[in-house]
């Protein structure tokens, strides 16, 4: 089944950086698959990896000049970003978190597929509050799931 049927990505939908960048450090892995008119990602890039000819189309990732700083995570309007770090023990991963309450740092939360399932625990690492702008959550979980999970459920 395709996301077009289901609405739910899979890997093999994705243009996603290559093993050998995501084992580098942290990457933007964009979720963006949609030829709508948004382009806010392009100008928030401070490394400028991200470009777009049109204003509909998907945007275009330069993995080599990522950074994986994750400021564009927080202007996507469609949470359609995240970035990865697969170079350490554990997988580090930035989500946008626009839910209440925001996780603190230390808390354990619910980690979450693509379809909201739950695939194990998470470790809040960090939390960033943005005003005007999507808070973004980092997390650690397992490596085996770092590219799967793509969400968090707080449980209070």
């Given at each position: 089944?395709?996301?077009?049927?289901?609405?739910?990505?899979?890997?093999?939908?994705?243009?996603l950086p290559s093993e050998e960048r995501l084992k580098k450090?942290?990457?933007?892995?964009?979720?963006?698959?949609?030829?709508?008119?948004?382009?806010?990602?392009?100008?928030?890039?401070?490394?400028?990896?991200?470009?777009?000819?049109?204003?509909?189309?998907?945007?275009?990732i330069d993995y080599e000049k990522c950074t994986g700083c994750g400021t564009c995570v927080s202007v996507c309007p469609g949470l359609a970003i995240f970035v990865?770090?697969?170079?350490?023990e554990k997988a580090l991963i930035t989500i946008p978190y626009e839910f209440l309450p925001i996780p603190?740092?230390?808390d354990t939360v619910k980690a979450l597929n693509r379809r909201g399932e739950i695939v194990g625990d998470a470790k809040i690492i960090g939390v960033k509050k943005n005003e005007n702008k999507t808070n973004t959550?980092?997390?650690?979980?397992?490596?085996?799931?770092g590219m799967i999970v793509r969400n968090i459920k707080v449980i209070k």
């Open positions: 089944m395709s996301y077009k049927e289901d609405g739910v990505l899979e890997l093999k939908d994705l243009n450090g942290p990457v933007a892995v964009f979720e963006c698959v949609e030829n709508i008119p948004c382009n806010p990602c392009v100008d928030a890039c401070p490394f400028k990896a991200v470009s777009m000819e049109k204003i509909t189309d998907t945007p275009k990865v770090d697969l170079s350490k603190e740092k230390g959550v980092t997390i650690e979980v397992k490596k085996e799931v």
